[in-house]
């Protein structure tokens, strides 16, 4: 059974950071591409950071650019995102995912994505 837990989240006051950490079971981490969406309530999901199998396979949104770092720790099958120089827009639930690499890129939209998790939410207070 293929799982993703997200943890890390929380209230953090602008200009703070947060790390959040997901860790993956049931699927050959290594062989996948893996992520982090983002969700505001009534809003559509959309990507914040995403890394393939490659180290310089690492996409990010225009809005988290520069503030922002993903990574993969494929021995310990934990995906992380460093979030520095927080807004209070980037107040969302963030949601780890996976998706099989096929040699083409990742997904950087939803409905590319097979595994979600369950979400962690950041708060950032003005």
């Known amino acids: 059974q293929v799982q993703l837990a997200e943890s890390g989240g929380g209230s953090v006051h602008a200009g703070g950071s947060l790390k959040l950490s997901c860790v993956v079971s049931?699927?050959?981490?290594?062989?996948?591409?893996l992520g982090w969406f983002r969700q505001v309530p009534g809003m559509e999901r959309e990507l914040g950071a995403i890394a393939g199998i490659d180290d310089d396979s690492i996409t990010y949104a225009d809005s988290v650019k520069g503030r922002f770092t993903i990574s993969r720790d494929d021995a310990k099958n934990t995906l992380y995102l460093q979030m520095n120089s927080l807004t209070p827009e980037d107040t969302a639930m963030y949601y780890c995912?996976?998706?099989?690499?096929?040699?083409?890129?990742?997904?950087?939209?939803?409905?590319?994505?097979?595994?979600w998790g369950q979400g962690t939410q950041v708060t950032v207070a003005s």
């Open positions: 049931g699927l050959p981490f290594a062989d996948y591409c």
């Open positions: 995912a996976a998706e099989p690499s096929n040699g083409l890129g990742c997904p950087e939209e939803p409905a590319g994505v097979d595994y």
